[in-house]
């Protein structure tokens, strides 16, 4: 099987391609380049270079969410694109879950956790056996930076902290204790773990969906539709 995987939901952009369950190429940027602008070319590029087109694919893989709202658009879109154009099956992909399988030779606790801003986070922690499986230890959550801290402190296994939110958890912690960062090259999203996630939730029974079911997961409003909220409900008072 030929699976593409793509992530666009924060800073980083990264496209990956398994064949037979086996990772055969990763293109990966972290710069100040729009993903509208670079996603699609380093896809193109990354396939040419496999020797494949969207037609030689089996599916694609793509984080949903959370994230960027702006990210998880392009990304989704991107693959809404070259599967309804190649008649292609999609599956999406926790962005948290994906993070999560940064660290999964990890013994012990994965916490995935991304910055929201206003001392917001998107986390979810994961038990990891150390032989190459993960289980999730509750849902994908937006919650305040300091609930989480707690939640990580009050682990009894060692706590791996992975995504764009790590340092700023681990900074804010009281005990650190058995609490580590994961290093820079696995701390933030890669289109490698999107596709691991994925071969992982096929192995369990997940279903594929057309491209027009896709749609991203954003655990809360966006900021403008928040701030409309606050307006309106303050306009009742």
Known sequence: MNLLAIDASSLPASCALYRGGALAAESYVH??????QTLMPMVQRMLENAGLTPAGLNLLAVTAGP???T????GIAAVKGMAWGAGKPCLPVSTLEALAWNGVCH???VCAVMDARCAQVYAALFDS?????????GRDEALPLAQLCRRVEQCRQPVLLVGDGAELCYNNLDRKEGVVLAPANLRFQRASSVGLAALAALAAGA??????ALAPVY???PQAERELLQKQQAARK
């Open 67 to 69: 994230g960027s709202f």
């Open 107 to 109: 013994r012990g606790v």
């Open 71 to 74: 990210g998880l658009r392009i």
């Open 31 to 36: 710069n100040k380049l729009t993903h509208s």
């Open 219 to 221: 655990l809360r409003l």
């Open 129 to 137: 056996s150390g032989t190459g499986g993960l289980a999730p230890l």
């Open 207 to 212: 279903r594929p969906v057309e491209a027009a």
